[in-house]
């Protein structure tokens, strides 16, 4: 009991280093994540305890780097749950083919082929012309990725089901160029995404958007922090407008639940109200 006491605190001391030396703050992420983040990196690292780390946190930028980059967790697939995609095509495009222009976040976008998976959908659907795609994250070495598009040739068979089971009719092999072992996305694509560097702890609305999807990011904050992340959603989205999240989030333990209709429960799509 002490001693988890001790490490509780430890990390908390550790939290702030980072938050005072490098701006970025995970001092509201959930305890049970950065706690293994944390662990992990000092098993690998070799560190004794996390004082030791602290003080290696604040003498070395490419530790923090290093940490950062752990603590951001970029895990992310084209078309991930395709059942999601499938809905939006179904349930979201037909609103939205509505309007004159239409302005989607995608916050926390890793590496970004979830932005690329709506770029798809967005000319498939004939839309694109008039889309504005902004894809942001506070990593910014998977941004730098993102805008390359180059991925990884293993993963395009996973890609390619997902893509089908989205509701996709097109060949899939055609939004990308083979190269050996990588791919890259068809500059189509890119045309209309803005990558941008925002922080959704330490920055504020930067837009007035129809669409926000962020999904499997809220997951590592906790309460507190969700609840203030959401209230940043609720006032870039126009009334009427849709948040998309992950399959294990949700707004019912937000202050914000009022706020939305459930447009489709299972795929955690809402509505904010007019
Ligand atoms: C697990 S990935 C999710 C990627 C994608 N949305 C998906 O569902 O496949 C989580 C992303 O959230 C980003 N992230 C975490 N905290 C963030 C913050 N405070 N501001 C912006 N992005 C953040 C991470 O850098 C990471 O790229």
Redesign the pocket.
């Known amino acids: 009991m002490i001693n988890k006491n001790k490490s509780e605190l430890e990390i908390t001391l550790l939290l702030e280093a980072f938050f005072k030396k490098y701006s970025y703050d995970f001092r509201q992420y959930s305890k049970a994540h950065i706690m293994r983040r944390i662990m992990n990196r000092m098993k690998m690292t070799g560190l004794e305890n996390i004082s030791q780390m602290q003080s290696r946190l604040l003498n070395d930028e490419t530790f923090a780097s290093t940490l950062l980059q752990d603590l951001?967790?970029?895990?992310?697939?084209m078309f991930?749950d395709p059942g999601f995609y499938r809905s939006l095509r179904e349930n979201v495009i037909p609103i939205l083919k509505t309007y004159p222009f239409i302005k989607i976040w995608?916050?926390?976008?890793?590496t970004g082929?979830?932005a690329y998976s709506m770029a798809i959908i967005m000319q498939e659907e004939g839309l694109y012309e008039r889309t504005t795609i902004y894809a942001?994250?506070?990593?910014q070495q998977?941004l730098s990725q993102a805008k390359e598009g180059i991925f990884s040739n293993k993963m395009m068979k996973e890609y390619t089901a997902n893509y089908q089971l989205s509701g996709g009719k097109e060949s899939f092999s055609g939004y990308y160029t083979a190269n050996y072992d990588s791919v890259i996305m068809n500059k189509s694509l890119k045309m209309n995404i803005v990558w941008a560097n925002?922080?959704?702890?330490t920055d504020s609305v930067f837009a007035e958007v129809h669409l926000i999807l962020c999904?499997?990011?809220l997951i590592?904050f906790d309460k507190n922090l969700q609840n203030k992340v959401q209230k940043l959603f609720l006032n870039s989205l126009i009334n009427g407008g849709f948040l998309c999240l992950?399959s294990k989030e949700g707004l019912r333990f937000t202050d914000l639940s009022e706020e939305y209709t459930e447009l489709d429960k299972k795929q955690r799509i809402f509505k904010k109200k007019y």
Not at 72 to 77: A, D, G, L, R
Not at 136 to 139: A, E, I, L, S, V
Request: glycine share 8%; aromatic share 8%.
């Open positions: 951001s967790i970029t895990v992310t697939e991930r995608h916050a926390g976008c890793s082929e979830e942001t994250d506070f990593n998977a925002h922080n959704l702890v999904r499997n990011v590592y992950g």
